[in-house]
C-alpha cells in the first residue's frame, strides 16, 4: 500500500518524515517519482494529475491537501472516486487569526491611518466602539463559525448567511436567497468564506455592493472567483464602500499591472489567510486512511452534487 504525494516539495519532507516515524505501513511517494503505479492506493494532492485513472488505476481515495476543492475539477474525476476535503485544525486558527486582524484592521480604520503615515500626517479620528459595528459572516461552515466565536468577544453585533438554516449563539442567522437582501442590510463589515460552487461564482458583484449599507467594508477570505473585480473597484470609487481586505484573487499571483497594488482602499495579502501545516494536518489525514480501510465513513468527504 502506498500514498503518493502531489504538492509542495518542502513541506513533503515534513509529510514524509511523519508518516515514517507513525505510519510505517504506509510507503510514501512524491510526485514525479511514482515507481510501480499498481501499488498507490491514495492521492495527497494539491491538484490531481490529468487522466487520474489511468494514471493511478488502483486509487481508491483523492485527499484534497486543503479545506475547499474548487481547485480540482470534480467532473473530470472518477465518479466512484471519494474525495476528501482536508479539516486541518491549524487551517481554521490560521483563519481566525486573519478574520480578526482583518475585522480590526476595517474596523480601527487602519486604511485611513496607512494613507496618512505616508502623507506624514499626524491626525485622530472618531473611534466607533465595537458594539457599534455590525460584522456578517457569508458561509456558515466549520470555519466560520469558528471564525464567529473567536470575533465574539470583541462586542461586534454578529451575523451570518447562507444558503441553508443554521442556529448559532449570539449570532443572528439569516438563509437563502430570500433573506440575504435583509442580511447585506445590516453588514457594516462583510467578511466572505464561502465555499466556490457554480452557485457562488461571482456573488460579490455591483448587486450584493449596492444591498450593504454605504461606506461599508469587504473582506474576502474565500476564493477570488467570488469577487467581481471591476465591481469592487466601481463601489470603493463611488464610495459605496469604503475598503477592502483581499487575500485571494481571480488571477494568482496578481499581474504587475492589476489595479489593486496601488489601490489606497485595498489592502492585498497573497492568498495566506491560513496555510496546510503537516504537523497539525497530519493526524487527520492518518484518521481518515484508517477510517476508510475500517469501512468508516471519513472525515470532510465532499458531496459532489454541492461541490463541497
Request: hydrophobic share 45%.
Amino acid at each position: 500500500m502506498a500514498l503518493l504525494y502531489k504538492a509542495d516539495p518542502v513541506r513533503g519532507q515534513h509529510w514524509q518524515a511523519l508518516f515514517a516515524e507513525h505510519a510505517p505501513d504506509i510507503e510514501w511517494r512524491a510526485w514525479p517519482d511514482i515507481g510501480n503505479r499498481a501499488d498507490i492506493e491514495y492521492l495527497a494532492a494539491w491538484q490531481a494529475p490529468d487522466d487520474v485513472q489511468q494514471v493511478l488505476p488502483n486509487l481508491k481515495v483523492l485527499f484534497a491537501l486543503s479545506a475547499g476543492v474548487d481547485q480540482l475539477d470534480l467532473s473530470r474525476l472518477p465518479p466512484e472516486l471519494p474525495v476528501v476535503r482536508l479539516l486541518d485544525p491549524g487551517i481554521t486558527r490560521g483563519m481566525c487569526e486573519y478574520a480578526s486582524w482583518a475585522v480590526l484592521s476595517l474596523h480601527r480604520d487602519m486604511l485611513r491611518y496607512r494613507q496618512q503615515q505616508a502623507a506624514r500626517c499626524w491626525q485622530a479620528h472618531l473611534l466607533q466602539p465595537a458594539a457599534n459595528r455590525r460584522v456578517g459572516v457569508m458561509g456558515l461552515g466549520t470555519q466560520a463559525q469558528q471564525i464567529l466565536t473567536t470575533l465574539a468577544p470583541l462586542g461586534f453585533a454578529l451575523s451570518g448567511w447562507a444558503g441553508s438554516a443554521h442556529q448559532l449563539a449570539g449570532v443572528t442567522c439569516y438563509a437563502g436567497e430570500a433573506q440575504l437582501p435583509a442580511f447585506l442590510s445590516q453588514c457594516d463589515i462583510l467578511l466572505c468564506v464561502l465555499p466556490l460552487t457554480e452557485q457562488t461564482q461571482g456573488i460579490l458583484n455591483r448587486r450584493l455592493f449596492d444591498q450593504l449599507p454605504r461606506g461599508a467594508a469587504l473582506i474576502n477570505m474565500g476564493r477570488g472567483g467570488h469577487l467581481v473585480e471591476a465591481d469592487l473597484l466601481e463601489a470603493l470609487g463611488s464610495g459605496q464602500l469604503s475598503g477592502a481586505v483581499l487575500d485571494v484573487l481571480q488571477e494568482e499571483p496578481a499581474p504587475h499591472a492589476h489595479p489593486f497594488w496601488d489601490h489606497p482602499q485595498i489592502l492585498l495579502t497573497p492568498h495566506i489567510a491560513a496555510m496546510t501545516q503537516p504537523a497539525s494536518a497530519f493526524g487527520v489525514l492518518l484518521e481518515n486512511i484508517r477510517r476508510f480501510e475500517r469501512g468508516e465513513a471519513m472525515v470532510g468527504e465532499v458531496d459532489r452534487h454541492k461541490g463541497y
